[in-house]
């Protein structure tokens, strides 16, 4: 079962294995919303990951990973329009390897957490902004040199 936005603990017992996609390169970048705090960043390559799900949050065993590359113009919706192609691409290397596959345990060095997005951690952004909106600004800002601090 794969599970994407759903919470873990409450399906994972009822099967086998249960599969989540992460979007970053872990041990890097555990927790809540990698993608967007990526984005804040100013990163151009997104790693997309496929693992076990674990009682710890984004500990499990790896069964692949892929990169998205992004070109520093694209709206949110565009960004998700590369990404998902990618969690459908590794969705379907889960199930012809399923049977087969020795997953890889994650390093124990390097181990970054993202924090829970808060209203804090937008402080420097417009309260009026969308989330998409904020997206584009702080990506376009990013290219211009500006700190996207408005």
Known sequence: MFLIKTPRLLLRNNFSK???IHESDL???????????QILEGSNVIPIT???AEDK??????WNKS??????????????????????????FAIQTFSSITPVTQSSENITYYQKRTPVSYTH????????????RLLLEKKKGGGGVG
């Not at 990169?67 to 379907?92: G, R």
Request: charged share 25%.
């Open 57 to 62: 949050v984004d500990s499990g065993d790896i």
């Open 67 to 92: 990169f998205v590359q992004l070109e520093d113009h694209e709206t949110f919706s565009e960004i998700n329009n590369k990404i998902f192609p990618e969690k459908l691409k590794l969705m379907d």
């Open 125 to 136: 952004l417009r309260a009026h902004e969308t989330e998409s909106y904020i997206v584009c």
């Open 50 to 52: 496929l693992l076990e």
């Open 18 to 20: 249960t599969l989540v």
């Open 27 to 37: 041990p890097q970048g555990r927790g809540w919303s990698p993608l967007v705090w």
